[in-house]
């Protein structure tokens, strides 16, 4: 497993940890080996040193990156259009990359993104020019789902053989200058010992209006699609919902900490099982609103097994989808009838996979019971409200009760629902009270943690990964900046040396807290 700037000080939390599957030390030693780790890794709200002049075993030049991967001003003129025939492989796989354009010659440049010297994304691979080709219209298939692919032709196959895994950005530009990019993922074929950092593709193709249609609308506002296929590019120069915003600041962010990582797109959760077994953490990053029943119960077991999850967005797990095959291959088109599910096929035959909320029936499985929240309300921009300025992850904040970071909530915010469902013990760390279209309600971050040892933070607002590098659609500041970033970096870090709950039990407060059941927006 490759192991990212591994710091000496958390290599050696890592030693000292016992949390592998061959440990014996029962639950208080292990409790008190993984807070001897964690104190390892570096005092409270300090944050290790990596030297990435001097890495233990990878040349300097591994570590040199640059900014080229953005795409440059006006560059983006929809001249040439591109999508890879996988969202997610292992390294050595050969990757499709089909492209239109109206250049005579293009180019494609993969770089990784990373926590490197002078920039994201260090240059992988560059092709050498190709001969430019426009390729055929958007078509409906099938029509009856109103699902849009790009029937083109392979332009160039992609040998990502020695390419270390991690996220990417393929970006593709002209002879003339216009450039496009296309996000990929060079997955990991194990998370064991690592914190698995896990994009939330699905939910990018959801919302993808290229050809005309997602999963919300139609051409001029009309009827949307049921279905929505990978075998088509993304629509509009941020590539991918918030690819660039949320989930890269994250990965940059965690890269940066030395500790070990992995790397998937939710897709694989799905078709790859057993792909967390042994994983010290999962981390979904950003707007993770579409998952599969087989993607929950996959991060359900891991949890049950004592992997700790951190979900940095909101409006997490909302929509149940299934996958199906499209033009490249299996898991390319992502089923979501939404508010017609009356309307799925399976909704009789097989209710279990049947498209919906997670929350409605035939077949309701609310998603708190994983998340430890449920989507409350859009659009939300109210500020933050520290309750718990004592919790773990808290510290080198300098922050006390009642504080406020301004407008960190939105534009989706997450309440605690506390009914027979909701884990406990249940720690409450924000509340946020608010008007929601008319509507007193509130909003949360939660810790709970688990009989396994595993400790569950949810965010509960979108803004989460951009306030990182404050790339929110409204600036945030550098005190949001900095509130965030080194909770992250206590989560991670945390995370990484073994089941959390073992060494930060949740305190359980939610009964100080007057919450609803039931979702008092929907209802008024």
Not at 288 to 311: H, I, K, P, S
């Amino acid at each position: 497993m490759r192991t990212s700037m591994v710091a000496a000080g958390v290599a050696a939390a890592l030693l000292v940890s016992g949390c592998g599957s061959g440990s014996s030390a029962g639950p208080t030693e292990r409790a008190e080996q993984a807070e001897r780790a964690e104190r390892a890794a570096g005092p409270d709200g300090e944050r290790p040193v990596v030297d990435a002049d001097a890495p233990d075993d990878e040349s300097a030049e591994d570590f040199v990156g640059s900014d080229d991967w953005r795409l440059g001003p006006g560059a983006f003129d929809g001249r040439i259009e591109a999508y890879a025939t996988r969202a997610s492989a292992p390294a050595g796989t050969r990757v499709g990359l089909k492209v239109s354009t109206s250049a005579d010659t293009w180019r494609v440049s993969a770089y990784r993104i990373g926590a490197y010297r002078h920039g994201w994304g260090h240059l992988v691979w560059r092709s050498r020019r190709q001969q430019g080709q426009r390729q055929a219209e958007a078509v409906l298939f099938p029509a009856a789902t109103r699902t849009v692919v790009a029937p083109w032709r392979r332009s160039l196959v992609l040998d990502t053989t020695g390419w270390p895994e991690g996220y990417y950005v393929l970006k593709l530009r002209t002879g003339t200058g216009s450039e496009t990019q296309v996000p990929y993922v060079v997955s990991s074929r194990s998370a064991e010992g690592t914190v698995a950092l896990v994009a939330p593709v699905t939910t990018w193709q959801a919302y993808n209006k290229w050809g005309g249609y997602s999963l919300y609308e139609g051409p001029d506002g009309g009827a949307r699609s049921w279905a929505v296929s990978f075998d088509r590019p993304y629509n509009g120069a941020p590539g991918a919902n918030d690819y660039r915003s949320a989930a890269l600041p994250i990965v940059v962010r965690a890269e940066s900490l030395g500790i070990p990582l992995s790397y998937f797109a939710n897709i694989d959760l799905d078709a790859r099982p057993a792909v967390l077994a042994g994983a010290r953490g999962y981390v979904s990053m950003g707007h993770d609103e579409y998952w599969t029943t087989g993607m929950r119960r996959t991060v359900m077991q891991a949890r049950d097994a004592g992997t700790n999850l951190a979900f940095l967005g909101a409006n997490t797990m909302y929509w149940r989808i299934r996958l199906s095959s499209g033009p490249s291959g299996a898991n390319r088109t992502v089923v979501g009838y939404r508010s017609d599910a009356y309307l799925d096929p399976l909704r009789d035959r097989d209710p279990a996979n049947a498209t919906s909320r997670f929350r409605d029936p035939p077949v309701a499985r609310p998603e708190h019971d994983l998340v430890g929240m449920q989507y409350e309300c859009y659009p939300v921009e109210e500020d933050y409200v520290v309750v718990t300025p004592g919790w773990w992850a808290f510290r080198g904040t300098g922050m006390e009760r009642g504080d406020r970071i301004e407008e960190l909530v939105g534009l989706e915010a997450d309440r605690v629902y506390p009914d027979r469902l909701t884990p406990r013990p249940m720690q409450v760390l924000s509340h946020t009270t608010y008007d929601c279209r008319g509507v007193i309600t509130s909003s949360q971050s939660v810790y709970y943690t688990t009989p396994s040892g595993a400790g569950v933070f949810a965010a509960g607002t979108l803004r989460w990964g951009c306030a990182l590098i404050d790339s929110c659609e409204d600036p945030l500041g550098d005190r949001a900046r900095s509130f965030v970033g080194t909770v992250t970096e206590n989560l991670l870090r945390g995370y990484a040396v073994g089941p959390v709950g073992l060494r930060h039990p949740a305190h359980d407060n939610l009964d100080e807290f007057d919450l609803p059941t039931y979702n008092t927006v929907s209802a008024s």
